[in-house]
């Protein structure tokens, strides 16, 4: 089954600060795992996504994500967070089944920046 | 238009009342994903169209839920007989042919609470 854990319920984090949220996943294959970002009241927007390729990928409004295939983790990185980083995130896995693409998330992480 | 849209944007209804939740996705998008958020299930699938069939509705969590699509664009997810924890955020994805590597942009969702 795949799956994906993010362990922290909640990050606070300085403004000015590097901010880490943490992702781990468990599926057979190759992954293909995706960050979005959600604020209140609003639906998912896309950060980022690994398929192949680098490592270290870089998204919207300066966040990357380090892919780690021994550590099956794909943590959300931003070396200086600001006050409207402030939202709940999410990781997910593409969970391809008779070649469909169903996204499996994990259950957020909610990141608050204080000033 | 520039992004997914959903309507309406809230509904209330009484238990045992049917509702229906409108998606409009993205001009050219032929793959349509229904998910829902909710506070002890966190987001989980529903179900995926490709142009107006459904080939996995393996999320719908009883036969009281129900989609249809229908000009291979405008979604329609219908809830009979709505229940308490029915309510929830429900979101709608759309994606531009359902591939593996496709990045799925979400709406804004419908936040439905069951009285």
């Known amino acids: 089954a795949q799956s994906v854990a993010q362990p922290e319920d909640q990050v606070n984090v300085a403004e000015g600060n590097p901010l880490t949220v943490k992702c781990t996943y468990s599926?057979?294959?190759?992954?293909?795992l995706f960050w979005y970002v959600q604020y209140p009241n609003r639906g998912l927007q896309f950060l980022l996504k690994y398929i192949t390729g680098d490592n270290l990928v870089k998204g919207s409004y300066g966040f990357e994500a380090e892919f780690n295939k021994s550590q099956t983790s794909f943590h959300l990185k931003k070396p200086s967070a600001l006050v409207s980083d402030s939202a709940l995130y999410f990781c997910a896995v593409r969970r391809v089944s008779g070649g469909y693409n169903k996204l499996i998330f994990g259950a957020g992480t909610r990141l608050a920046v204080h000033p | 238009g520039a992004g997914v849209s959903q309507s309406p944007s809230n509904k209330v209804t009484e238990k045992g009342k049917d509702v229906e939740l409108r998606c409009d996705p993205i001009s050219g998008h032929t793959a349509l994903y229904w998910y829902r958020q909710s506070l002890g299930q966190g987001l989980e699938f529903l179900i995926y169209?490709?142009?107006?069939?459904?080939?996995?509705k393996s999320g719908l969590p009883s036969d009281r839920f129900s989609a249809e699509r229908t000009g291979g664009s405008v979604s329609t997810l219908t809830i009979q007989r709505t229940q308490q924890e029915d309510s929830a955020v429900y979101l709608c994805a759309s994606s531009l042919v359902g591939g593996r590597v496709e990045t799925q942009y979400f709406g804004p969702g419908t936040r439905l609470l069951v009285l």
């Open positions: 169209f490709q142009g107006n069939s459904a080939p996995d």
């Open positions: 599926v057979s294959g190759n992954p293909y």
